[in-house]
Every structure is written in C-alpha cells, then in structure tokens.
T-cell receptor, first 113, second 116 residues
C-alpha cells in the first residue's frame, strides 16, 4: 500500500526557472512532511519540512506547500540551479510513530544550464 | 560525510546465501532505521531500533532480521537470498527529539546488494 506517491518520475527545467515537484498522500493521520534530496552514490539528505498545522514553509530558494484537504504537498525551487539536479523524495509520518516515515518513489530533477 | 557509516558499500552474492549489513549511527544518535530501495521504487521502511530495543517494524521479510548492539551499531541480516532482494539498503539514525517529524533522519550512503 503506497501511502505516499510521486507521480512524476522525472522533471526537466531550465536554469533560473521554477521547479515544482509534487507529492500526494492518502493517510489523513500524517502530521509531518519532509523533502529529501539524493545525489547518485549518496544517501538522501534532509532538505525542508512542514507540519500539518502550517500550509507553507520557506527556506531560501526552497518552499514547501501543504494542502491538507487535497492531501497534496509540493516543493518549489526558485530559481533552479544546475546543482539542484538530483532525485527528490517526499516523506510523511504521523499517528503513533512519528519516527516512521513513508517515502514516495522519487522525482528526478534535471536543471539544464 | 553524514556521520552515518554503512559497510560494505557493495556486496555481490549468490542466491540462497546469507549476508550481514552493518551500520554505525551518528555520534549521539540512539535510533537506527533500515530502509530498502529497489529499482525505481521509493524507500521502504524495514525496521527501527531505539537504544537496543526494536521500536517499529515495517515490511520486513521473515528471512531478514536486525539488531542494535550496546554500542548502538546495528546489523541487518538477510538470509536465503533471492534475486528480488537485490536493492540499495539504507541505514539512518536520529537522536531523541530530533528524529521526530520536522527534522527527519540522517542517512548513510547505503549498501548496494546484488544477488546473482
């Protein structure tokens, strides 16, 4: 049962433009949502997070939006840079074990110079 | 370097064999998590340990087992290996209050297991 889904396996954008990565979830008990970034041959690294009490969190060029009614979150990267090219995973947790995260299958972002 | 160390980085073995993957958490972290990433799949939660005790279990096969030792390092044992067990296995760690929700975990760079 895939509780967190990333329906776009890949995304290509031009340097300087906005990248929008999307994620959907099914479990209304999820309280925390995170984005991880993964380069080849490395483990995922934490990027940004949001709790269910907020609908937006910003950190520099990265903004995460949460739409609880739609069970949807998105990551905006503005402006996109070639170094942002990586696989991005969204993850969610909540309920009786907020340490147990469910991950999406990832979206591979390619930022073209 | 994330501070979470996984060994070995690569492992090739035959079907039916048994292997052990090792993880040393970041200094100060008490929780260890194991995840499996198969080809084009997301990370699937296998199991979590906290200070030596099993805390949560995910979709971990009966052929797989894990433990966390007093020095907090953890081992994931995979036995009777099948071709479908070929995957990246990630270990992650967190400290009390940090693994919760908004901070996530710190991942190691993974062990790539190939079963032939």
């Amino acid at each position: 049962d895939q509780q967190v889904k990333q329906n776009s396996p890949s995304l290509s954008v031009q340097e300087g433009r906005i990248s929008i990565l999307n994620c959907d979830y099914t479990n209304s008990m999820f309280d925390y949502f995170l984005w991880y970034k993964k380069y080849p041959a490395e483990g995922p690294t934490f990027l940004i997070s949001i709790s269910s009490i907020k609908d937006k969190n910003e950190d520099g060029r990265f903004t995460v939006f949460l739409n609880k009614s739609a069970k949807h979150l998105s990551l905006h990267i503005v402006p996109s840079q070639p170094g942002d090219s990586a696989v991005y995973f969204c993850a969610a947790s909540g309920g009786d074990n907020f340490n147990k995260f469910y991950f999406g299958s990832g979206t591979k972002l390619n930022v073209k110079p | 370097d994330s501070g979470v160390t996984q060994t070995p980085k690569h492992l090739i073995t035959a079907t039916g064999q048994r292997v052990t993957l090792r993880c040393s958490p970041r200094s100060g972290d008490l929780s260890v998590y194991w995840y499996q990433q198969s080809l084009d799949q997301g990370l699937q939660f296998l199991i979590q340990y906290y200070n030596g005790e099993e805390r949560a279990k995910g979709n971990i096969l009966e052929r797989f087992s894990a433990q966390q030792f007093p020095d907090l390092h953890s081992e994931l044992n995979l036995s009777s290996l099948e071709l479908g067990d070929s995957a990246l296995y990630f270990c992650a760690s967190s400290r009390p209050g940090q693994g919760s929700g908004l901070h996530g975990y710190t991942f190691g760079s993974g062990t790539r297991l190939t079963v032939v």
